[in-house]
């Protein structure tokens, strides 16, 4: 069974730069996809950014130009980088893995979930 733990929300003025990280329990296979999700007060959960084993990386459109997702796979952890966060980037930040291969899994496909962290960006 798969645990993910997310870590490094919190509160933060906008434009200061955040990471978040999610650390996978040991021995989970490097070769998971992990996305990134993110959900508001009254929207459901958004695509925020993907990672195949690989390391090929893909972005949903909130992210693009403004947030990274990398992975250390000796470390079981997946990062993501928020540079330039907005208050509307306030969200729970939800990482998820599986083990197929792929930049297009719905976010009903994802077997493995952490808890989310909190991210809350003042104007």
């Known amino acids: 069974q798969v645990q993910l733990v997310e870590s490094g929300g919190g509160l933060v003025q906008g434009g200061e730069s955040l990471r978040l990280s999610c650390t996978a329990s040991?021995?989970?296979?490097?070769?998971?996809?992990v996305a990134w999700f993110r959900q508001g007060p009254g929207y459901g959960r958004k695509l925020v950014a993907v990672i195949l084993s690989s390391g090929g990386t893909s972005y949903g459109d909130v992210a693009k130009g403004r947030f990274t997702v990398s992975r250390d796979n000796a470390k079981n952890t997946v990062y993501l980088q928020m540079n330039s966060p907005k208050p509307e980037d306030t969200a729970v930040y939800y990482c998820?893995?599986?083990?197929?291969?792929?930049?297009?899994?719905?976010?009903?496909?994802?077997?493995?979930w952490g808890q989310g962290a909190q991210v809350t960006v003042s104007s």
């Open positions: 040991e021995g989970t296979p490097s070769s998971y996809t």
């Open positions: 998820a893995a599986d083990d197929l291969d792929s930049y297009y899994l719905s976010v009903f496909e994802y077997d493995y």
